[in-house]
T-cell receptor
Framework: AQSVTQLDSHVSVSEGTPVLLRCNYSSSYSPSLFWYVQHPNKGLQLLLKYTSAATLVKGINGFEAEFKKSETSFHLTKPSAHMSDAAEYFCVVSGSGSARQLTFGSGTQLTVLP | EPEVTQTPSHQVTQMGQEVILRCVPISNHLYFYWYRQILGQKVEFLVSFYNNEISEKSEIFDDQFSVERPDGSNFTLKIRSTKLEDSAMYFC?????????????FGSGTQLSVL
């Protein structure tokens, strides 16, 4: 079984300041982990993924995430927030087996203030 | 980048009616999925489909739901007799096979409203 916990339902930052969105996971095997972003009235877009290669993963739009097995965490960061980053962010873990269905966290709504 | 296409973007139906949500996955993909997101709740897995059969399904995916790949390009989700609680955003997704193809490509969703 697997699960994902996003520790903050809402995060608010000022434009130009760092972003930290927290995620902890639980998995009985070596997981694949993802961050997806959902802008209003849009579908889910993959930001980045971890699949047991480098523990620091770089994604699109300046985002990155670090896989820390000892802390079972996969926090998403960005050095400097932009207004266009305002969206809902989902931490996701991939299931085992050939179908590899995804388990989503509850989401973090990021607000970027001018 | 290739896209997964979903139609319609919005569907309004009366309780008890049948609805079919349509998806065109990326052409060389082999695994297909439906997820849904009830307003204010988590995105939930419904079903996965591979080699013309269901490979996994959640407890949500009861006898009212069915999936089909009728013609090798479309992937449909049918809800036989809709209930109010079926109102949600439904996302279709697809991916290729093998290691390195863990990324799911999602469509932009169909907002289903059951009245």
């Amino acid at each position: 079984a697997q699960s994902v916990t996003q520790l903050d339902s809402h995060v608010s930052v000022s434009e130009g300041t760092p972003v930290l969105l927290r995620c902890n996971y639980s998995s009985s095997y070596s997981p694949s982990l993802f961050w997806y972003v959902q802008h209003p009235n849009k579908g889910l877009q993959l930001l980045l993924k971890y699949t047991s290669a480098a523990t620091l993963v770089k994604g699109i739009n300046g985002f990155e995430a670090e896989f820390k097995k000892s802390e079972t965490s996969f926090h998403l960061t960005k050095p400097s927030a932009h207004m266009s980053d305002a969206a809902e962010y989902f931490c996701v873990v991939s299931g085992s087996g050939s179908a590899r269905q995804l388990t989503f966290g509850s989401g973090t709504q990021l607000t970027v203030l001018p | 980048e290739p896209e997964v296409t979903q139609t319609p973007s919005h569907q309004v139906t009366q309780m008890g009616q049948e609805v079919i949500l349509r998806c065109v996955p990326i052409s060389n993909h082999l695994y297909f999925y439906w997820y849904r997101q009830i307003l204010g709740q988590k995105v939930e897995f419904l079903v996965s489909f591979y080699n013309n059969e269901i490979s996994e399904k959640s407890e949500i995916f009861d006898d009212q739901f069915s999936v089909e790949r009728p013609d090798g390009s479309n992937f449909t989700l049918k809800i036989r007799s809709t209930k109010l609680e079926d109102s949600a955003m439904y996302f279709c997704a697809s991916r290729g096979a093998g290691t390195g193809n863990e990324k799911l490509f999602f469509g932009s969703g169909t907002q289903l409203s059951v009245l």
